[in-house]
């Protein structure tokens, strides 16, 4: 299994920008997506999660500027951003719990993290 994200990039203060992430291999079922974000010397934090069913979960920080959405058949989640600032600038990181085909547990996932950058 391999999520591949897309969309990063550089944006200036206020703008928007559009993150993807796409999970493709043996794929049974996907239970939660979602987007993580690592700023220089920082901790990765949670962005936003997103349920199989569709519900979700958002950072207090980003609550109100970024929405995140998904598309099951296309075992696809979106990263809507709004209002960017500067102290958004990081790279981020789609994540998943994967059910392969064959397996009776979830595994988790990571993609290879997009850079973003908020910058005049």
């Known amino acids: 299994v391999q999520l591949q994200a897309s969309g990063g990039g550089l944006v200036q203060p206020g703008g928007s920008l559009v993150l993807s992430c796409a999970a493709s291999?043996?794929?049974?079922?996907?239970?939660?997506m979602g987007w993580y974000r690592q700023a220089p010397g920082k901790q990765r934090e949670l962005v936003a999660a997103?349920?199989?069913?569709?519900?979700?979960n958002y950072a207090d920080s980003m609550r109100g500027r970024f929405t995140v959405s998904r598309d099951n058949a296309k075992n696809t989640v979106y990263l809507q951003m709004n209002s960017l600032n500067p102290e958004d600038t990081a790279v981020y990181y789609c994540h998943a719990y994967v059910k392969r085909y064959s397996f009776t547990y979830t595994t988790e996932y990571w993609g290879q993290g997009t850079l973003v950058t908020v910058s005049s």
């Open positions: 997103i349920t199989s069913g569709g519900s979700t």
């Open positions: 291999g043996s794929i049974f079922s996907i239970r939660d």
